[in-house]
């Protein structure tokens, strides 16, 4: 069983940016693959990105593609989303999923996470 909290919402003007945290409990944080996902008002939870075990592999949704980037800290049980150049569009609640799993990284369905934390919003204003 892992808790996961995000923090680090808030709103910015478009073209501005936010460093999202996700704070996970236990000893397993480590061997847990980690995503971002979002859900703007009136849609569907979305896939923003992914970053193994390990940190060397992420992978992330076209529409972030070069403007977001995951990290993570594993001594501090800690998974990042520095987003960049925001859009209006970006405006959402973002979440943050764990996997145990320490094979492959390419996990984009909300369906393949079993830990998921309460969300922190994102407000991008134009």
């Known amino acids: 069983q892992v808790q996961l909290v995000e923090s680090g919402g808030g709103l910015v003007q478009a073209g501005g940016s936010l460093r999202l945290s996700c704070a996970a409990s236990?000893?397993?944080?480590?061997?847990?693959?980690m995503g971002w996902f979002r859900q703007a008002p009136g849609k569907e939870r979305e896939f923003v990105a992914v970053i193994s075990w390990s940190g060397r592999n992420t992978y992330y949704a076209d529409s972030v593609k070069g403007r977001f980037t995951s990290s993570r800290d594993n001594a501090k049980n800690t998974v990042y989303l520095q987003m960049n150049s925001l859009k209006p569009e970006d405006t959402a609640v973002y979440y943050c999923a764990a996997k145990p799993t320490m094979t492959g990284y390419y996990y984009t369905g909300s369906k393949e996470y079993n830990y998921w934390g309460q969300g922190t919003q994102v407000t991008v204003s134009s």
């Open positions: 236990g000893r397993t944080f480590s061997s847990y693959t």
